[in-house]
């Protein structure tokens, strides 16, 4: 068996079972091995953003990792960027990154690169494996550190003469990867906010990553039942269990004008899995801290924690056992008609979003209003950008479908946004993901415009306004999707894209609607 | 006047007077500094990798460095595969990278991320610029090791503190980066291979990039015709100056096999700016070394010498001032006709070319008769890919269109490149550039169908088939390209091609011909 075939069969034996690829000549014995290995399924991706982005997808939906493919140092540069979103998603993941021969690095062939250095920014763990040997127990190694929690990004470099060279027999072949355990529940931290609930005038609890899933934010419920305090979440947290029958929970506005408003009125905030939250962007005279100066600040529980363990621990502390959780009504939003406008395209989604959707939302200044109109939708997973790098959306929606094939997945997308990976089309295409794409046009970089003033330039010129508009040329987005296989269509009233959107999530497969702003 | 200001000031004074850009809120003040700047061209790109593609084809052709504006570390990440391959090919640019105001870096805030270990792998010359008064002299500093031999890549990191900050008066405004001098000439080295090439039974001189233009060329051909040396060139070279009147350079060719034989002949492996050939990957059981064991290597300068007068030098010292260069006639192949086959575009091509066109080169497998045919050609120059990153041809093409508005571009681009930085089609629509796109669709990634062979595994099964196969579905290119504003048809036969790219040579702005084998 050479390192290839042992790389695959460590995989498999730690239920590491969905490999996202964009493979190179370095990664042939990998791709070989695939043949040789039942159950892998492997989905390939025409640019590298998109394998990494939709094994971020996969991630946040599983909450166990899948496996990447990538080719040497430009191939994995080329999936960094999602990669910073999925690092800051908390997503377990395995990259995989073909390099050259051992021997044949010092030559410095004009493909070679730091691949360790270039990968380290952007990954919890990187190891090159020395030789085929290894592969067995550094992929276990790999796998092991991708489970620690929070999820956490491991990188393992794999030189081509590892993965042809036969693995010596005494090595181990499938090693398992076990599961390492969360830190253990903090004990007085537990005490002292179960002692500082109650005295609060206006407590907050702010719930990281891992806190907004349906289990974590029933516990919470009960919490803020016994207590009255507010159940926030930060601006970008990867993923919400909401809509009808969930326990409903609040985003920290992103304009930091907005945030800190919001947040002024607390004098205890306890976080739970999340860090004191700070603006997105610093801006000049203004602070970059959004909580009050005045309020107490304490932490629940690290994001290595089991925050559900820590919550439930907090309910106890409380005796809040039998406290009712206030939960989000079915009450869908009147569907709009007539004119196209931001305003009213979130009551329109809210109406229509199909039972178990998974929303995966970087509309930007065209979603405003998404997030409050969907609240008592029908229930419903909310995905949303964690790192602030552009066009995650489309790559992590393949990988949400992969995960969740009985589910429709729905991005709510902006055109600026949809050009930096638009080449996650195309395995929607191939793989027939059930994904639906509402693509809202406003031909601009809406939210730079914005930017531009809140960095205190007021008016600008004609150069930086083309650096900021992107309607010349329009981008004809319809034929963009259909040129990689996906049928779309265009619309411009609020009852073109009712039926539009109606009849792609009647039909299998993925679907395209630009809707022209 | 603030750091941003001082930055537009110091590049527009040292000559830098293109940037290409994809910028964020951290960039805003960059942008707004735009508007007060006289005489500085700013071209947008969808996707970063289309901005440093374009930087380093702007390079490629006129040896000095275009900027770059990049959106923290992200948006760089997206622009390092191309940052590869212009580090691959000497060529100068000067980035700067948008980051987090430095009171903001340490509240880690989602768009975080360690900047500097991320570009010091693609880049020569890594700095953040602590504070506005710091900008003059940092973006000097940059721009002249960008400007050092051979061009480097400068990554100047600008905080937005930096960037809104007013300069204080006592600081340099527009700084002199000043013209750092090649290394002096090595006299020893040249009298050295003076003295072993007339003895040499069958001498090769491997001309780098930075050789391969008219002029040292043009002195190369002087020692070819005194001493019977080849004149050979690295596979990947950056820019080669070819065609009619010019004197002709063999590249070695890609598969190590035919590698290896080409180079068997020779006893005496001169190099010129280059370093000894290996092959681009390694293979089992096959050395990557590809000269012959037994021939002696020599190094007349390396990169940093200024390789024109290096081969003046040895021109002179063989006194051979008088000999005649062999140059190529002017020979234009026979237009083939009827089917289309990969066999017969070499001489459709070759026999279009217009006189000083700028041939992009990333047509792969569909591209191996197209060097040999175009050799007598009108007089052209001809880029490749040098990092071997995929998908650098679009881009590198915006970047020569920029350069030189009075040339044709033509960009043999093949499918499976393609689709790594499509958006590279918007700005040439945007900026109508007179770029030619032709794009050879097979429908695979047929390389790696080869490559598949040449690691050892004859034949595979249909998992690792449809990870090498893109013909599922079909991409569209005349529709792709249309979406993004940029005319296109396809063709079917020879003289469909021939006439469709006398068409697209015949008017300005872009146009692609997708050609269907």
Same mark, same amino acid.
């Given at each position: 068996?050479?390192?290839?075939?042992a790389?695959m069969?460590?995989?498999?034996?730690?239920?590491?079972?969905?490999?996202?690829a964009?493979?190179?000549t370095? *990664?042939?014995?990998?791709?070989?091995a695939?043949?040789?290995?039942?159950?892998?399924?492997?989905v390939?991706?025409?640019?590298?953003?998109?394998?990494?982005?939709?094994?971020?997808?996969?991630?946040?939906?599983?909450?166990?990792?899948?496996?990447?493919?990538?080719?040497?140092?430009?191939?994995?540069?080329?999936?960094?960027?999602?990669?910073?979103?999925?690092?800051?998603?908390?997503?377990?993941?395995?990259?995989v990154?073909?390099?050259?021969?051992?021997?044949?690095?010092?030559?410095?062939?004009?493909?070679?690169?730091?691949? *360790?250095?270039?990968?380290?920014?952007?990954?919890?763990?990187?190891?090159? =494996?020395?030789?085929?040997?290894?592969?067995?127990?550094?992929?276990?190694?790999?796998?092991?550190?991708?489970?620690?929690?929070?999820?956490?990004?491991?990188?393992?470099?794999?030189?081509?003469?590892?993965?042809?060279?036969?693995?010596r027999?005494?090595?181990?072949?499938?090693?398992?990867?076990?599961?390492?355990q969360?830190?253990?529940?903090?004990?007085e931290a537990?005490?002292?906010?179960?002692?500082?609930l109650?005295?609060?005038?206006?407590?907050?609890?702010?719930?990281?990553?891992?806190?907004?899933?349906?289990?974590?934010?029933?516990?919470?419920?009960?919490?803020?039942a016994?207590?009255?305090?507010?159940?926030?979440?930060?601006?970008? =947290?990867?993923?919400?269990?909401?809509?009808?029958?969930?326990?409903?929970?609040?985003?920290?506005?992103?304009?930091p004008?907005?945030?800190?408003?919001?947040?002024?009125?607390?004098?205890l905030?306890?976080?739970?899995?999340?860090?004191?939250?700070?603006?997105?962007?610093?801006?000049?005279?203004?602070?970059?801290v959004?909580?009050?100066?005045?309020?107490? +600040?304490?932490?629940?529980a690290?994001?290595?924690?089991?925050? =559900?363990?820590?919550?439930?621990?907090?309910?106890?502390a409380?005796?809040?056992?039998?406290?009712?959780?206030?939960?989000?009504?079915?009450?869908?939003?009147?569907r709009?008609?007539?004119?196209?406008?931001?305003?009213?395209?979130?009551?329109?989604?809210?109406?229509?979003?199909?039972e178990?959707a998974?929303? /995966?939302?970087?509309?930007?200044t065209?979603?405003?209003?998404? +997030?409050? *109109?969907?609240?008592?939708?029908?229930?419903?997973?909310?995905?949303?950008?964690?790192?602030?790098?552009?066009?995650?959306?489309?790559?992590?929606?393949?990988?949400?479908?992969?995960?969740?094939?009985?589910?429709?997945?729905? /991005?709510?997308?902006?055109?600026?946004?949809?050009?930096?990976?638009?080449?996650?089309?195309?395995?929607?295409?191939?793989?027939?993901?059930?994904?639906?794409i /509402?693509l809202?046009?406003?031909?601009?970089?809406?939210?730079?415009?914005?930017?531009?003033?809140?960095?205190?330039?007021?008016?600008?010129?004609p150069?930086?306004?083309?650096?900021?508009?992107?309607?010349?040329?329009?981008?004809?987005?319809?034929?963009?999707?259909?040129?990689?296989? /996906?049928p779309?269509?265009?619309? =411009?009233?609020?009852? *073109?894209?009712?039926?539009?959107?109606?009849?792609?999530?009647?039909?299998?497969?993925?679907?395209?609607?630009?809707?022209?702003?």
């Amino acid at each position: 068996m050479n390192g290839a075939n042992a790389l695959m069969q460590t995989l498999m034996a730690n239920d590491v079972d969905v490999c996202f690829a964009n493979p190179g000549t370095s *990664e042939m014995h990998f791709v070989a091995a695939l043949d040789a290995t039942e159950g892998m399924r492997c989905v390939l991706g025409l640019f590298e953003g998109v394998v990494t982005g939709a094994a971020d997808g996969y991630a946040r939906m599983t909450g166990t990792p899948a496996a990447t493919l990538l080719h040497l140092g430009p191939g994995m540069a080329n999936g960094l960027s999602n990669l910073h979103n999925a690092l800051r998603a908390q997503s377990p993941m395995v990259n995989v990154i073909g390099d050259h021969a051992t021997y044949h690095r010092h030559l410095d062939a004009p493909l070679t690169s730091d691949i *360790e250095t270039a990968a380290r920014p952007f990954s919890h763990w990187v190891r090159t =494996t020395p030789d085929a040997d290894s592969v067995p127990l550094d992929t276990a190694a790999a796998i092991r550190e991708a489970r620690r929690r929070p999820g956490r990004i491991s990188s393992l470099i794999l030189p081509a003469d590892a993965a042809w060279n036969e693995v010596r027999s005494s090595s181990v072949q499938a090693p398992q990867a076990g599961d390492p355990q969360p830190a253990p529940l903090d004990g007085e931290a537990v005490d002292a906010v179960a002692a500082l609930l109650p005295r609060a005038e206006s407590p907050a609890i702010i719930l990281g990553p891992g806190a907004t899933l349906e289990q974590p934010l029933g516990a919470a419920g009960k919490v803020a039942a016994a207590t009255g305090a507010k159940l926030l979440t930060t601006t970008m =947290t990867s993923r919400i269990t909401r809509g009808a029958g969930r326990v409903p929970v609040a985003r920290i506005p992103y304009p930091p004008d907005q945030a800190a408003t919001f947040l002024a009125e607390h004098d205890l905030i306890v976080l739970v899995g999340a860090k004191g939250p700070v603006s997105f962007f610093a801006y000049p005279d203004r602070p970059s801290v959004l909580w009050p100066r005045t309020a107490q +600040v304490v932490e629940l529980a690290r994001p290595d924690h089991d925050l =559900t363990e820590a919550l439930d621990g907090l309910v106890d502390a409380l005796a809040a056992g039998d406290a009712t959780a206030r939960t989000s009504p079915l009450e869908l939003p009147q569907r709009p008609s007539g004119e196209l406008n931001v305003a009213g395209l979130g009551a329109l989604i809210g109406s229509l979003l199909p039972e178990q959707a998974i929303v /995966v939302d970087e509309s930007i200044t065209s979603g405003r209003t998404l +997030v409050a *109109e969907t609240e008592t939708a029908r229930p419903h997973d909310w995905l949303v950008g964690t790192g602030g790098s552009i066009g995650y959306a489309m790559p992590c929606a393949i990988g949400a479908a992969v995960a969740c094939p009985d589910r429709k997945v729905i /991005v709510l997308e902006s055109d600026g946004s949809a050009m930096y990976q638009p080449q996650a089309l195309w395995t929607a295409a191939r793989e027939q993901l059930d994904i639906v794409i /509402v693509l809202f046009a406003n031909r601009k970089y809406k939210i730079l415009h914005n930017e531009m003033r809140n960095v205190g330039v007021p008016a600008f010129g004609p150069k930086a306004q083309a650096l900021l508009d992107i309607d010349n040329p329009a981008i004809d987005f319809v034929a963009l999707a259909g040129s990689m296989g /996906v049928p779309a269509s265009a619309v =411009t009233t609020m009852d *073109e894209l009712a039926t539009a959107l109606e009849g792609a999530l009647a039909e299998p497969g993925p679907a395209l609607i630009e809707v022209r702003l």
